[in-house]
């Protein structure tokens, strides 16, 4: 006698005889379908040596009841009581007035009796993600280093404006962070690689500015005016350069997948603050540092070799 779970949540008792017709080793698939009838059902599947077995037994024990039982830990149960309505071999169907559910539950426990040993956890362990948060670590320590080396660069080789590009820059991460924070993104380290590419994105903006002031400065341009100058005509080269990358990132955004889209996304969220950082936030320092001289004399900017000096 064997338990079988009812229905109704309750338990019922199946007796059977000792008799075994077939072992879960003859099972080779079973699946939810449904019958001719459109009602749901198990379709089963045996191997060759069961469809010939179960094809004597059938033929010889119709309209008589068929149990398939499942054992675990030397405990069987019932799972299945089903009456012969004919004879058939290796390929059947177990039908009656099942739910998909409950069609989808019988197929999975037939199928686990199918297993060449039965499956017992032996041991449990929680292994926290210490190899991704160590390479987050260094992900954020390497764009931490790249910060210093660029500005370092920049403060030797462009003095005052160069501290104020570094100023900029550290406002263009600010920002991006905040914008990551408000879509609340999930920071990965294809994220943290595309904020290493913005830095020097970001810098090459600058750079392209303070160039551009030094040549206006170099043509005998009064300081003020080599400043106003170098601000506006270097913008339609900063925006063309990151129009075209904007374009780049837009299509990883539309084609990629996975670490590619989130690549993406702060790739392009960072060529937007990058832009208005390097133009807006820079010249506002500017203007702070150097806009109240009525009459400005020079500008921090580094060597700006002239044409004829002596070298």
């Not at 005889?17 to 077939?22: A, D, N, S, Y």
């Not at 177990?94 to 989808?104: D, K, L, V």
């Amino acid at each position: 006698v064997y338990p079988e779970n009812s229905r109704s949540g309750g338990v019922s008792n199946v007796p059977v005889k000792k008799q075994v017709i077939l072992t879960g080793e003859r099972f080779e698939t079973a699946q939810a379908s449904f019958d001719d009838s459109n009602r749901p059902a198990v379709a089963v599947k045996l191997d060759a040596t069961g469809g010939r077995i179960m094809r004597t037994v059938t033929r010889e024990n119709l309209k008589k009841l068929m149990v398939i039982l499942l054992f675990e830990k030397g405990r069987g149960e019932a799972i299945s009581v089903a009456t012969i309505q004919g004879e058939f071999g290796d390929r059947f169907q177990i039908t009656g007035q099942f739910s998909p559910h409950e069609t989808n539950t019988l197929a999975i426990l037939i199928r686990s009796g199918a297993l060449a040993a039965p499956m017992e956890i032996i041991e449990e362990r929680v292994i926290g993600p210490s190899l991704g948060a160590e390479n987050i670590e260094k992900g954020f320590d390497s764009t931490l280093w790249g910060f210093v080396a660029i500005a370092v660069f920049m403060v030797f080789y462009y003095a005052a404006f160069g501290f104020i590009s570094t100023t900029a820059l550290a406002a263009n991460l600010l920002f991006l962070i905040a914008l990551l924070s408000l879509l609340q993104a999930t920071l990965t380290l294809p994220g943290i690689a595309a904020i290493a590419l913005t830095l020097g994105m970001a810098i090459d903006a600058n750079v392209l500015i303070n160039e551009r002031i030094r040549e206006e400065l170099r043509n005998g341009v009064t300081p003020q005016a080599a400043i106003a100058a170098g601000y506006e005509r270097a913008w339609a080269t900063i925006l063309d350069s990151n129009i075209t990358t904007l374009i780049a990132g837009i299509a990883l955004l539309v084609f990629g997948s996975g670490p590619v889209r989130g690549f993406a996304v702060v790739h392009c969220l960072g060529i937007l603050t990058s832009m208005f950082s390097a133009v807006v936030v820079s010249r506002a320092i500017v203007n702070m540092v150097y806009g109240r001289a009525r009459k400005l004399e020079k500008v921090s900017i580094g060597t700006v070799w002239k044409p004829g000096a002596n070298l």
